[in-house]
Nanobody, 126 residues
Framework: QVQVVESGGGLVQAGGSLRLSCTVSGLTFADRAMGWFRQAPGKEREGVSCISWGGGFTYSADSVKGRFTISRDNGKNTLYLQMSSLKPEDTAMYYC???????????????????WGQGTQVTVAS
């Protein structure tokens, strides 16, 4: 059974930083693309940033480019999202997701067969 667990959310002032972490069990982490998604109240879930299985390719939504950085440590089965220059519009529930489709797939932004974590709340105060 695949389990995805996020941590690191919280309340931060606009302009501040947070780092989200995500651990995965039940699959070979190093073989899987990973991603961060978010959902604000009344809005659809959107792909924030995704990373290839080896970490060599990444995708970030235009709204977070230059502010958020996705990375992974395959030795620790851990995914990260470093968020800087946070804005009130970044307020959302953030979800980590593991692609349980093809093993070592060709990277294609945030496309995948995703298994989600429970989410971690990020609130940015103005």
């Amino acid at each position: 059974q695949v389990q995805v667990v996020e941590s690191g959310g919280g309340l931060v002032q606009a302009g501040g930083s947070l780092r989200l972490s995500c651990t995965v069990s039940g699959l070979t982490f190093a073989d899987r693309a990973m991603g961060w998604f978010r959902q604000a109240p009344g809005k659809e879930r959107e792909g924030v940033s995704c990373i290839s299985w080896g970490g060599g390719f990444t995708y970030s939504a235009d709204s977070v480019k230059g502010r958020f950085t996705i990375s992974r440590d395959n030795g620790k089965n851990t995914l990260y999202l470093q968020m800087s220059s946070l804005k009130p519009e970044d307020t959302a529930m953030y979800y980590c997701a593991a692609d349980v489709g093809k093993i070592r797939p060709t990277f294609s932004s945030c496309s995948g067969s995703w298994v989600w974590g429970q989410g971690t709340q990020v609130t940015v105060a103005s």
